[in-house]
């Protein structure tokens, strides 16, 4: 298994396979990730919306799809907060 680690983010290869580690607490990084996906729909939306759909389709799907994925981890880590199992 292959590790590579910078800044509290560790990154594992085996196989098919790749697995994120981060070295914050669920809560924390729950905030951030909610944070993160607040600030980028806010360029999306409003003013900051008419320059992104000016922007060349590749660019519009790439950064759906982050919005997507961060969403994703939103759903993921507060789902691990509410039930308890998160450290503190």
Known sequence: M????????SIQQAGNQTILIHDTAAT????????????LLACL??????LFRCMDVAIQDDTLWLAADLAAEVEL?????TSGEASK
């Not at 939306?45 to 008419?50: K, L, S």
């Open 2 to 9: 292959k590790t590579s680690t910078v800044n509290g983010l």
């Open 28 to 39: 924390d990084m729950l905030t951030r990730r909610a944070g993160q996906l607040r600030a």
């Open 77 to 81: 880590l507060s789902d691990l907060v």
């Open 45 to 50: 939306i409003g003013d900051g919306g008419e």
